[in-house]
């Protein structure tokens, strides 16, 4: 067993680059999203993983594969339900849940921006 601290500190060259955010699926409305990843429990396949999710500024939608508990831990993001059609800014501290299946849009509002998730697949 152990414990793994959440850092507020962690930068970008920490990180393992995606490469474009639409390699995950999303599609880019403004900018060139670049995303970056660190796991922190679990890998990208498993039933249940953690870790950091870092994009790069701009604008992209993203339906969820999986149910997420997410805090950020760098810069700011306004994320979109599309379909409920409210807004909500999240700043570092903050944290959000959504479930799998929803579509969300993502308006980074800093250069960079981070969360540490906690997600669950459904099968």
């Known amino acids: 067993m152990s414990i793994t601290r959440i850092t507020t500190s962690l930068r970008q060259q920490d990180m393992h680059p995606i ?15 670049q995303a970056f990843a660190t796991g922190t429990f679990g890998g990208p396949t498993d039933p249940v993983s953690a870790g950091y ?3 790069t500024h701009g604008t992209f939608r993203m339906t ?6 997410a805090t950020v831990v760098q810069g700011s993001v306004k994320l979109t339900d599309v379909a409920a059609g409210t807004s909500v800014t999240y700043n570092v ?15 980074i509002q800093s250069d960079f921006f981070v969360k ?4 669950v697949f459904d099968k």
Do not use: C, K, R
């Not at 540490?116 to 997600?119: I, K, V």
């Open 116 to 119: 540490h998730f906690f997600a």
């Open 53 to 55: 999710f870092g994009v």
């Open 93 to 107: 501290g903050d944290s959000w849940f959504v479930t799998q299946g929803t579509e969300v849009l993502w308006e």
């Open 64 to 69: 969820y594969p999986f149910n997420e508990q």
């Open 19 to 33: 490469g474009s955010i639409t390699n995950l699926g999303a599609t880019v409305e403004a900018g060139d999203v």
